[in-house]
């Protein structure tokens, strides 16, 4: 088993992570991938919410809906 985590830490999250990061940002702005960070707290205690049966607090979801709404409004076109 610890191999196998091992290995999807290294391959799937590192590598593949960083693969995806440099996609991002051939297709599109630099600062616009960047503003991506933001979500990966959030994701990560929806995450653990979910797999991990982790308490979700009202205080932790008013800041996703705060951070979410952020980095829409940080990459929406404005005409």
Known sequence: D???ALG???LVLSVGAILLLLLMIRAGEST???SYFYLVPPLTALEAWLLFDERMTLLALVG???TVFGVYWANR???
């Open 2 to 4: 610890f191999i196998l």
């Open 8 to 10: 999807w830490s290294v």
């Open 32 to 34: 616009r991938t960047a």
């Open 64 to 66: 996703m809906v705060i």
């Open 77 to 79: 076109v404005v005409r």
